[in-house]
């Protein structure tokens, strides 16, 4: 299972690889990495067919996680279309409708509990 | 023919007593004048009976009018009765000048003695005469002490009125200090109040961070005994070398929080004024990202793109950090203002973006830190440009901005550490502020 996650800070990848050392070591996951929205569609419009799940951070310079959820909804409608779960720190009622509107199937707030990441990613 | 000169005695004590009544001198000079007029009288009895003729009767009361004559002339007090005074003499002359002739000759005298008395009698008319100019003069001057005296009542109370007033302004102005001095401390907590959610946001990255690499390092412990249990030490080694990392990172980050809390403080705190070695770099970073989520925490729908321009080669420059820090935290917010109010009027399709960008410029005075922030927003109108600079002067909506960001920039930057600030703008273009500080 192919997952790209999304996140403007560098240190989020070496503890995405450390806490899924294991699912990786076993194959059950595979993870690739984009600093801001841009990035990540360039590399979706490569590899949309393979990614299963998008994880992206709202709050980023540049293009917002939004805007990229509102450009993937949009850019990729074949079926199926990716999971996307947005994660933000600023977890208020606003942030969670508005990415919930504009089509996310998920909303996590920082710090990540990766326990919970892990139970949800079990029933994708 | 004494008898003119006894009265012009005696007259002349009464109307100089007269004339100085309620005047500053009528205590000391009252009672010997009164005393003269008296004594004029006793005298006049006493030397008709003690002399053995008119004539040396004559010239001894014309001496003593002569004696008093010149003892008045003497006192200072009565050198405005000059006039009066000196009308005595024609008089004095005259009766002694008749007497010894009588005295020499009286057959002479008896033959010319209608001229002899005509003129006694034209001094003695003379003292009249002199007596009424002197009045008349005596009451010009009245007049003119009087409206001197007027004159120096009105300038008493104009020069009251002034020091009033000038107290009054001497208040006014230690009132406008102190509030001055409220009103910046009253701008640091605005602007501390716009960064409170960005400072939120800015200390949770980190902390997270912290949290998970400390709590995954904890795992991959366990990892590592479980491995070295087994034997492969190859792989506990693998995992002790993340686990350095992962502590290295927790490093960072923690002093990365530290930084942010530190900031914080000195930002709220009042300026220590002193100057220190300060990378511009690094607060520029840290201001921008505070003063972008500031302003994301207020309107989530607000995005901008972020563009850092360092010069890793830039010099330390010695700079009041917090004051800089300061200046640079208000360009920041007014350039995200000022895209965030583009977005909203233009809307679609308009990418917001804000630059920052440091370098070193060398001028024939000697090298320079130059600081460049630059938005595409939506620019100063040229009718407000002048303005800007001023205390109070803001676009923003009442309430929302205090007016003193960048006049207190410009306090800092141009007076406290002789550096400039350029402005180039564009209505609904964008703006560039060019912040220079000197090397040295």
Same mark, same amino acid.
């Given at each position: 299972?192919?997952?790209?996650?999304?996140?403007?800070?560098?240190?989020?990848?070496? =503890?995405?690889?450390? *806490?899924?050392?294991?699912?990786?070591?076993?194959?059950? !996951?595979?993870?690739?990495?984009?600093?801001? +929205?841009?990035?990540?569609?360039?590399?979706?419009?490569?590899?949309?067919?393979?990614?299963?799940?998008?994880?992206?951070?709202?709050?980023?310079?540049?293009?917002?996680?939004?805007?990229? =959820?509102?450009?993937? *909804?949009?850019?990729?409608?074949?079926?199926?279309?990716? !999971?996307?779960?947005?994660?933000?720190?600023? +977890?208020?009622?606003?942030?969670?409708?508005?990415?919930?509107?504009?089509?996310?199937?998920?909303?996590?707030?920082?710090?990540?509990?990766?326990?919970?990441?892990?139970?949800?990613?079990?029933?994708? | 023919?004494?008898?003119?000169?006894?009265?012009?005695?005696?007259?002349?004590?009464?109307?100089?007593?007269?004339?100085?009544?309620?005047?500053?001198?009528?205590?000391?000079?009252?009672?010997?004048?009164?005393?003269?007029?008296?004594?004029?009288?006793?005298?006049?009895?006493?030397?008709?009976?003690?002399?053995?003729?008119?004539?040396?009767?004559?010239?001894?009361?014309?001496?003593?009018?002569?004696?008093?004559?010149?003892?008045?002339?003497?006192?200072?007090?009565?050198?405005?009765?000059?006039?009066?005074?000196?009308?005595?003499?024609?008089?004095?002359?005259?009766?002694?000048?008749?007497?010894?002739?009588?005295?020499?000759?009286?057959?002479?005298?008896?033959?010319?003695?209608?001229?002899?008395?005509?003129?006694?009698?034209?001094?003695?008319?003379?003292?009249?005469?002199?007596?009424?100019?002197?009045?008349?003069?005596?009451?010009?001057?009245?007049?003119?002490?009087?409206?001197?005296?007027?004159?120096?009542?009105?300038?008493?109370?104009?020069?009251?009125?002034?020091?009033?007033?000038?107290?009054?302004?001497?208040?006014?102005?230690?009132?406008?200090?102190?509030?001055?001095?409220?009103?910046?401390?009253?701008?640091?907590?605005?602007?501390?109040?716009?960064?409170?959610?960005?400072?939120?946001?800015?200390?949770?990255?980190?902390?997270?961070?912290?949290?998970?690499?400390?709590?995954?390092?904890?795992?991959?412990?366990?990892?590592?005994?479980?491995?070295?249990?087994?034997?492969?030490?190859?792989?506990?080694?693998?995992?002790?070398?993340?686990?350095?990392?992962?502590?290295?990172?927790?490093?960072?980050?923690?002093?990365?929080?530290?930084?942010?809390?530190?900031?914080?403080?000195?930002?709220?705190?009042?300026?220590?004024?002193?100057?220190?070695?300060?990378?511009?770099?690094?607060?520029?970073?840290?201001?921008?990202?505070?003063?972008?989520?500031?302003?994301?925490?207020?309107?989530?729908?607000?995005?901008?793109?972020?563009?850092?321009?360092?010069?890793?080669?830039?010099?330390?420059?010695?700079?009041?950090?917090?004051?800089?820090?300061?200046?640079?935290?208000?360009?920041?917010?007014?350039?995200?203002?000022?895209?965030?109010?583009?977005?909203?009027?233009?809307?679609?399709?308009?990418?917001?973006?804000?630059?920052?960008?440091?370098?070193?410029?060398?001028?024939?005075?000697?090298?320079?830190?130059?600081?460049?922030?630059?938005?595409?927003?939506?620019?100063?109108?040229?009718?407000?440009?002048?303005?800007?600079?001023?205390?109070?002067?803001?676009?923003?909506?009442?309430?929302?901005?205090?007016?003193?960001?960048?006049?207190?920039?410009?306090?800092?930057?141009?007076?406290?550490?002789?550096?400039?600030?350029?402005?180039?703008?564009?209505?609904?273009?964008?703006?560039?502020?060019?912040?220079?500080?000197?090397?040295?």
């Amino acid at each position: 299972m192919k997952i790209l996650v999304v996140d403007d800070e560098e240190d989020v990848q070496p =503890l995405f690889l450390q *806490r899924f050392r294991k699912e990786i070591k076993n194959h059950e !996951v595979e993870f690739d990495f984009a600093q801001s +929205g841009e990035e990540a569609l360039d590399y979706l419009k490569d590899k949309h067919s393979e990614v299963v799940l998008i994880l992206s951070d709202i709050n980023m310079p540049g293009m917002s996680g939004i805007e990229l =959820l509102t450009h993937i *909804r949009e850019d990729f409608p074949t079926p199926p279309p990716p !999971v996307v779960m947005m994660i933000t720190a600023y +977890g208020d009622e606003e942030n969670y409708k508005q990415a919930m509107d504009k089509g996310a199937n998920d909303f996590l707030t920082k710090p990540l509990d990766f326990n919970l990441l892990k139970e949800k990613l079990k029933t994708l | 023919m004494t008898f003119f000169t006894y009265a012009a005695l005696f007259l002349l004590a009464i109307r100089l007593r007269r004339a100085i009544k309620l005047s500053p001198i009528t205590a000391k000079w009252n009672a010997p004048l009164y005393g003269i007029a008296l004594a004029t009288v006793g005298v006049a009895f006493l030397l008709d009976d003690l002399l053995p003729n008119d004539e040396v009767e004559g010239i001894v009361i014309a001496l003593v009018l002569l004696g008093v004559v010149e003892f008045l002339k003497r006192e200072p007090d009565f050198k405005r009765f000059h006039v009066l005074i000196n009308a005595h003499y024609p008089l004095i002359a005259a009766v002694i000048l008749s007497n010894i002739v009588a005295l020499i000759s009286i057959k002479f005298y008896k033959k010319y003695d209608d001229y002899f008395q005509a003129t006694q009698l034209a001094a003695f008319g003379w003292i009249f005469l002199r007596v009424a100019t002197s009045k008349k003069q005596q009451s010009e001057l009245k007049r003119i002490s009087e409206r001197k005296d007027e004159l120096e009542i009105l300038v008493a109370e104009r020069t009251a009125e002034i020091t009033k007033q000038r107290n009054e302004l001497q208040e006014t102005v230690k009132e406008l200090q102190s509030t001055q001095a409220q009103l910046i401390q009253q701008e640091k907590l605005a602007s501390l109040g716009e960064l409170t959610a960005g400072i939120a946001h800015e200390i949770q990255n980190p902390l997270n961070f912290v949290n998970n690499f400390s709590e995954v390092s904890m795992e991959l412990i366990e990892e590592m005994e479980e491995e070295m249990a087994k034997g492969d030490m190859e792989e506990a080694t693998a995992i002790a070398n993340d686990i350095k990392q992962n502590l290295e990172k927790i490093r960072h980050h923690g002093k990365r929080a530290d930084g942010i809390v530190k900031g914080m403080l000195q930002h709220s705190r009042a300026s220590s004024n002193v100057k220190e070695p300060t990378n511009l770099n690094t607060i520029a970073d840290e201001y921008f990202r505070l003063a972008y989520h500031g302003l994301r925490a207020k309107d989530k729908s607000f995005n901008a793109d972020l563009v850092t321009n360092f010069d890793p080669a830039l010099p330390s420059i010695n700079i009041v950090s917090q004051d800089v820090g300061r200046v640079l935290l208000n360009m920041f917010t007014n350039a995200f203002y000022a895209v965030h109010q583009k977005q909203k009027t233009v809307g679609g399709d308009f990418k917001p973006r804000v630059e920052v960008s440091t370098r070193t410029i060398k001028t024939p005075k000697g090298s320079e830190v130059e600081i460049v922030v630059k938005d595409n927003g939506s620019g100063i109108p040229d009718a407000i440009k002048d303005k800007i600079m001023q205390p109070f002067f803001t676009t923003k909506p009442a309430g929302e901005g205090t007016g003193l960001g960048l006049s207190l920039s410009y306090d800092i930057i141009v007076k406290a550490h002789k550096g400039h600030i350029n402005i180039n703008s564009k209505e609904g273009e964008g703006s560039e502020f060019i912040i220079t500080l000197p090397i040295a």
